[in-house]
């Protein structure tokens, strides 16, 4: 061993200095990510949970998923954010109802469905196995501010980005889903010549060689 390494745990003077911490990223901010699962060791063979990643609250009795979500591009590529995903809560179905909204949405985002298709093949992508399945699965998310156990302001991810939001398709790298809305007809007013006196009107063609009026503007014929 290098005799210089006898010193690395013993004088700290010439370790690198802390850097200061991330400034928080905006709220609202929408980004990509990848979501990982800390497995909580608790089993519940009745609700299905026979792959120990779920978390049991050992002061409420809530059961969670422990997730990490790690942004995988842009401005904020690389930064991580700690969110619980409900699972069950003994003070009723809320927790419950907010953790399959949440994963019905990331489904959504990471399998490229939209929240209002209902055909079978999008009701097979809102399956899983199990949360081995969730376990790596990249979405889209908007990012949240909330306080941590201390008070101070941390992100959170509470919301993911299904492909009805317009940054959807693009943050993915997908053709969007969404249909554009049809752009209204505009009629071609002609105006006459500045030179022609509105006082005196330019004398109208033979009736014989003018077009047949049909009532309605040439672009709805």
Do not use: C
Not at 170 to 184: D, F, N
Not at 201 to 211: D, N
């Amino acid at each position: 061993m290098n005799n210089d390494n006898m010193y690395a745990w013993s004088d700290f003077n010439d370790a690198e200095a802390q850097q200061s911490s991330f400034n928080l990223i905006p709220k609202g901010t929408v980004v990509p990510v990848r979501m990982t699962l800390k497995a909580g060791g608790y089993y519940d063979a009745s609700q299905g949970w026979n792959d120990g990643y779920p978390t049991q609250s050992p002061t409420t009795g809530a059961v969670y998923l422990a997730a990490e979500f790690v942004i995988t591009g842009g401005e904020f590529a690389k930064r991580k954010m700690w969110s619980n995903v409900g699972l069950y809560s003994p003070k009723g179905p809320t927790w419950t109802q907010m953790g399959r909204t949440f994963v019905r949405a990331a489904l959504n985002s990471a399998r490229n469905v939209l929240p209002q298709d209902n055909s079978p093949q999008a009701a097979a992508a809102r399956r899983i196995q199990g949360f081995v399945d969730l376990d790596g699965l990249e979405f889209v998310v908007r990012v949240d501010i909330e306080k941590d156990g201390r008070g101070d302001d941390r992100n959170v991810v509470k919301t993911a980005v299904e492909p009805d939001h317009p940054d959807y398709a693009h943050i993915m790298g997908v053709p969007s889903k969404l249909t554009p809305s049809p752009a209204a007809p505009t009629i071609s007013v002609h105006q006459a010549p500045a030179s022609q006196s509105a006082a005196a009107p330019a004398p109208q063609a033979p009736a014989q060689q003018r077009a047949p009026v049909s009532g309605k503007p040439s672009w709805a014929q």
